[in-house]
């Protein structure tokens, strides 16, 4: 008896399994992003030829980051936010971009508060984004040369 049953116990299984699988379809459409940034365009501020190394606090020299969402009415998306960010945020500052400058940063402003890179601020309406600022910053312990710099940080849009 304990080999008929361990014989049904097998032929059972592989009755459910055969039917347990089946194979499965995906497909969707692939879509332009319904919104984009300047028009996928470069934003540039600049922040003027004569900045005085004494000068630079974190409050002088402060500009505003002028950008655009435009967003495609065919595909609007329900839930819009940007996201503000960098692959090399300075050492002594979180919120602060590292220039080609040792010792320069570029602390970046989200609504008037110093930005968190990545993470997603909402979007209301598109055509009244988030007010974002540029302000160089010094590291305390370097003190500055002479020259022109460059700083680079990601601004992208995210929906669902």
Same mark, same amino acid.
């Given at each position: 008896?304990?080999?008929?049953?361990?014989?049904?116990?097998?032929?059972f299984?592989?009755?459910?399994?055969a039917?347990?699988?089946d194979?499965?379809?995906?497909?969707?459409?692939?879509?332009?992003?319904?919104?984009?940034i300047?028009n996928?365009q470069e934003?540039?501020?600049?922040?003027?030829?004569?900045?005085?190394?004494?000068?630079?606090?974190g409050?002088n020299?402060?500009?505003?980051?002028n950008?655009r969402? *435009?967003? %495609?009415?065919h595909?609007?998306?329900? $839930?819009l =936010?940007?996201?503000?960010?960098? @692959?090399?945020?300075?050492?002594?500052?979180?919120?602060?971009?590292?220039?080609t400058?040792?010792?320069?940063?570029v602390?970046?402003?989200?609504?008037?508060?110093?930005?968190?890179?990545?993470?997603?601020?909402?979007?209301?309406?598109?055509?009244?984004?988030p007010?974002?600022?540029?302000v160089? *910053?010094? %590291?305390?312990?370097?003190?500055?040369d $002479?020259? =022109?710099?460059?700083?680079?940080? @990601?601004?992208?849009?995210?929906y669902?």
């Open positions: 008896m304990k080999i008929s049953v361990t014989g049904f116990l097998l032929v299984q592989i009755i459910c399994s039917h347990a699988e194979n499965m379809f995906f497909h969707g459409t692939l879509v332009t992003p319904p919104c984009t300047q996928g934003i540039d501020v600049a922040f003027g030829e004569d900045l005085g190394i004494n000068k630079i606090d409050v020299y402060r500009q505003n980051v950008y969402i *435009v967003c %495609d009415t595909y609007m998306p329900n $839930e =936010a940007v996201v503000v960010d960098s @692959t090399q945020p300075t050492i002594f500052d979180s919120s602060a971009v590292q220039t400058k040792n010792g320069l940063g602390r970046i402003f989200v609504a008037s508060q110093p930005a968190t890179f990545g993470t997603r601020i909402a979007v209301k309406d598109p055509n009244s984004p007010e974002i600022e540029a160089p *910053v010094q %590291d305390p312990g370097i003190t500055l $002479e020259g =022109a710099f460059d700083a680079t940080m @990601t601004l992208r849009v995210d669902m």
